[in-house]
């Protein structure tokens, strides 16, 4: 969206900021969200006299917006995004605030709406709750690709799935402080959510992870972009925070094309290569798709 020149330069400089070690992000621009359509039977957000029109989404697959989950901040991509840009991508990492699913899909929809053309839109972990929301009636996302991640349907939460198996191991190191956050207990970080990631990277990933607001664990979707997008899922069959079983059963749900991957959780990191090549498979099918 065009921005008069005088006050462009300074917007930029007051939306970017780092996140920490190893952050590489999109600096958002402040747009406000495309209101659901009523074709899905939902009530139509209000609409801003000044909303934006949605980028037409025509063209090759060149654009890629990833959201991270909990415990991680935007760096955890880093890897998948350097990989994705020696393709010729261009990849925004979104910094999720972790404080509750509106605040999320908010950050999220202000990076989507930077996009010029299609795009893909990733969720790692309860970054699927976060796409499957943002994801639908968005005219610019041409598919979704899921990394252990959690898909809900509509009125359903992350509990709600969780619940399908027993507990898993990392569900036994998380606590809640007095402010109603959850943190990863740093000893378990390196056994539970990134067994396959070197023990120097985890200490550094446990010390600057992001806590996650525990109520947004029982929050809903009020929308499914899997319901109306091509989706792909990868499968992390060793992963010890999300059940395996889990994964499979939202993956077959959606229909998605599953991608397994013998990960722990954290696979972002410790299979940026894998993941960057099965969204830039989806990307290239999408394109020859439109």
């Avoid at 600096?27 to 039977?41: D, I, K, L």
């Avoid at 010729?88 to 999220?108: E, I, K």
């Avoid at 929308?223 to 990868?234: G, T």
């Amino acid at each position: 969206m065009p921005l008069k020149r005088p006050l462009c330069a300074a917007v930029l400089c007051l939306c970017f900021a780092g996140s920490g070690a190893f952050a590489q992000s999109s600096a958002p621009a402040a747009v406000p969200q495309t209101p659901p359509s009523t074709a899905s039977g939902m009530t139509p957000a209000r609409e801003p006299a000044h909303e934006p029109a949605a980028a037409p989404m025509t063209g090759p697959v060149r654009n890629v917006v990833l959201v991270h989950g909990a415990f991680v901040d935007g760096s955890s991509w880093n890897g998948v995004v350097a990989k994705l840009q020696q393709k010729g991508y261009r990849v925004s990492s979104v910094q999720n605030p972790l404080t509750s699913l509106a605040d999320d899909a908010a950050a999220t929809r202000r990076v989507l709406a930077r996009q010029q053309g299609p795009t893909i839109l990733v969720g790692h972990s309860w970054g699927g709750v976060v796409i499957t929301e943002v994801g639908a009636n968005a005219p610019n996302v041409a598919g979704l690709v899921y990394v252990a991640a959690i898909a809900p349907d509509r009125n359903e939460s992350t509990m709600d799935l969780m619940k399908r198996a027993a507990p898993m191991p990392a569900g036994a190191g998380i606590v809640k402080d007095s402010s109603g956050f959850l943190w990863l207990d740093r000893s378990r970080y390196h056994a539970d959510f990134a067994a396959d990631v070197s023990e120097n990277v985890t200490r550094v990933l446990s010390a600057a992870q992001v806590p996650i607001a525990a109520a947004a664990f029982d929050e809903t979707v009020s929308q499914v972009a899997w319901k109306e997008k091509p989706s792909w899922y990868v499968l992390t069959t060793k992963d010890r925070a999300v059940s395996p079983d889990v994964e499979r059963f939202m993956a077959e749900r959606m229909g998605a094309t599953i991608v397994p991957i013998a990960s722990s959780h954290l696979a972002p990191v410790s299979h940026a290569g894998a993941i960057a090549e099965v969204i830039d498979r989806a990307a290239r099918e999408l394109s020859r798709q439109q």
